[in-house]
T-cell receptor, first 113, second 116 residues
Framework: GNSVTQMEGPVTLSEEAFLTINCTYT??????LFWYVQYPGEGLQLLLK?????DKGSNKGFEATYRKETTSFHLEKGSVQVSDSAVYFC????????????FGKGTRLSVIA | DAGVIQSPRHEVTEMGQEVTLRCKPI?????LFWYRQTMMRGLELLIY????????DSGMPEDRFSAKMPNASFSTLKIQPSEPRDSAVYFC??????????????FGSGTRLTVV
C-alpha cells in the first residue's frame, strides 16, 4: 500500500539554524510528492511539490528533492525564521485512479529568537 | 479566486443538536475532500467526491455523519445528533485530478466545532 513516514516532532530550533525534516514513503508506481505547511489557526497550504524522480521542489527558501533510490523527500531550509513555526506535512499522490493524497502525521516546528 | 470557502468559521452547539458545515470549492476543481483534525487523531480523511459523486466514505466515523455535494460549487457535512467527541476542526479541500496526476489540494480555513 501507499504510506508516508515523517520524523516525529516537535522540532525546536534557534533562528537562522538549518532545518531538515525527514520524510520517507512507500508507494507502488510513480507517485507525486508534496510538502504542506499549516500555520496556527489556518488550513494546510501547499509548500512545494515534485512529480518525478530527481525533481527538486522549492518555495520560500524551502526545498526537497524526490529521491527514488532512497524513497525519500526530505524538507530542508538553510536558515529558519520565527515565522516558519508551523506544522509540516509530507504527502504523496499515487497518480492512479480516484485515490486521495496520503499524508504523514505532521511535524511541529518551533523556531525561537 | 477566493480559494476554498468554509462556513461557519466557528460553531458551538449543544450535544444532540444538528450541525451543518458548508464548503464552496474552487471553481473548476473536480474533487472535494472533507477532513477532521484533532490533537489526538491528527488529520483524518472523512469522505471525498469526484465530479460530485461520493467515491469513498469509509472515513466517516458513524451514521451520525453524512455529506452531500448537490453541485460542483457546494458541499455540506452534517452531524446529527452531535456529541462532545465530535469537537474538532473540520477542513474542506478541493483539487483538479485527472486520475493520472494531481496538482495538489487547496484547503479551506476550517470550521472549529465545539460540542458542549
Amino acid at each position: 500500500g501507499n504510506s508516508v513516514t515523517q520524523m516525529e516532532g516537535p522540532v525546536t530550533l534557534s533562528e537562522e539554524a538549518f532545518l531538515t525534516i525527514n520524510c520517507t514513503y512507500t508507494a507502488t508506481g510513480y507517485p507525486s510528492l508534496f510538502w504542506y505547511v499549516q500555520y496556527p489557526g489556518e488550513g494546510l497550504q501547499l509548500l512545494l511539490k515534485a512529480t518525478k524522480a530527481d525533481d527538486k521542489g522549492s518555495n520560500k527558501g524551502f526545498e526537497a528533492t524526490y529521491r527514488k533510490e532512497t524513497t525519500s523527500f526530505h524538507l530542508e531550509k538553510g536558515s529558519v525564521q520565527v515565522s516558519d513555526s508551523a506544522v509540516y506535512f509530507c504527502a504523496l499522490h499515487p497518480n492512479s485512479g480516484n485515490t486521495p493524497l496520503v499524508f504523514g502525521k505532521g511535524t511541529r516546528l518551533s523556531v525561537i529568537a | 479566486d477566493a480559494g476554498v470557502i468554509q462556513s461557519p468559521r466557528h460553531e458551538v452547539t449543544e450535544m444532540g443538536q444538528e450541525v451543518t458545515l458548508r464548503c464552496k470549492p474552487i471553481s473548476g476543481h473536480n474533487s472535494l475532500f472533507w477532513y477532521r483534525q484533532t490533537m489526538m487523531r491528527g488529520l483524518e480523511l472523512l469522505i471525498y467526491f469526484n465530479n460530485n459523486v461520493p467515491i469513498d466514505d469509509s472515513g466517516m466515523p458513524e451514521d451520525r455523519f453524512s455529506a452531500k455535494m448537490p453541485n460542483a460549487s457546494f458541499s455540506t457535512l452534517k452531524i446529527q445528533p452531535s456529541e462532545p467527541r465530535d469537537s474538532a476542526v473540520y477542513f474542506c479541500a478541493s483539487s483538479f485530478e485527472t486520475g493520472a496526476s494531481n496538482y495538489g489540494y487547496t484547503f479551506g480555513s476550517g470550521t472549529r466545532l465545539t460540542v458542549v
